[in-house]
């Protein structure tokens, strides 16, 4: 199993960015699935999940301004990032609680993704 995220990149604050993170291979089922960062000398830590039921939940700092979403179908997720704030700056990591039999799941990671916020 993998997880492929793309689109961090370099943004003025203000600005918006959208974070795509698609799971490839043998899958049987995905569980929750998230993105996390990690900024320089920080903890890495929770910035918005989605079950697979649809059930979101974010971090406080973000509430309001980022947006997670999933396909099913595709095996995605997805996270919109607007109104960005320099302290957003920090590596992004899509996760996903994947099973790939039944009754055998695991967590899996993606690369981070760089999202810079400067002017």
Known sequence: VQLQASGGGLVQPGG???LSCAASGKIFSI???GW????????RE???RVTSGGTTNYADSVKGR?????DNAKN???LQMNSLKPEDTAVYY???YIGVYFNLYDTYW????LVTVSS
């Open 94 to 96: 899509c996760n996903g």
């Open 36 to 43: 996390y960062r990690q900024a320089p000398e920080k903890q």
């Open 46 to 48: 929770l910035v918005a």
């Open 16 to 18: 918006s960015l959208r």
């Open 76 to 78: 995605t997720v997805t």
């Open 31 to 33: 569980g929750h699935m």
């Open 66 to 70: 980022f947006t997670i979403s999933r």
């Open 110 to 113: 993606g690369q981070g993704t």
